[in-house]
């Protein structure tokens, strides 16, 4: 993954070059991080922005998604996603990233708990994030989507100069 803007992941972020996180930035923000904003299109070109929690795992972004949402609607006529994680409350305390992509569905939907060696470690993860449990809770109702940006940009309002 490259911090990019809109010209594709050979570019690299323009603008706030100075206010952008690292990688390990970055990547310690993301996995400390609990809840996104997730935006998805419809067959209409109608947005969608929602809430979500999530986990990341230092490669891609994990998503829990209840499969009767209008999110999993949408993405499984376009799988075109960016979230955003963000997190601040002043002005200059303001720090996130926009990750941007193609959803991927794994495993099965809804989840009962069937084993799928690829969600070992984001359930394993998202356990201990949210329940403070070593195993996933699995209700019937939610599924996994994956999300391996193609591009991300980042900004940390903490290291703009002040004065």
Request: aromatic letters at 10%.
């Amino acid at each position: 993954m490259t911090e990019t803007t809109n010209g594709g992941a050979a570019d690299t972020q323009r603008r706030g070059r100075r206010i952008m996180m690292t990688a390990g930035e970055r990547d310690a923000f993301l996995t400390m991080q609990r809840t996104c904003r997730v935006a998805t299109v419809s067959g209409d070109g109608a947005p969608h922005v929602g809430a979500l929690w999530f986990v990341w795992d230092g490669t891609a972004l994990w998503l829990y998604s209840l499969t009767r949402s209008k999110r999993w609607r949408h993405l499984r006529n376009d799988p075109r996603i960016s979230v955003v994680i963000d997190d601040g409350e002043g002005y200059g305390e303001l720090r996130g990233a926009e990750l941007s992509g193609r959803a991927v569905f794994v495993g099965e939907a809804p989840c009962t708990g069937q084993p799928c060696p690829e969600l070992d470690a984001p359930e394993r993860l998202f356990a201990s994030k949210y329940f403070g449990m070593e195993s996933m809770p699995h209700d019937g109702r939610h599924a996994w989507l994956r999300l391996v940006p193609d591009s991300a940009v980042s900004w940390d309002f903490r290291k703009m100069p002040t004065g």
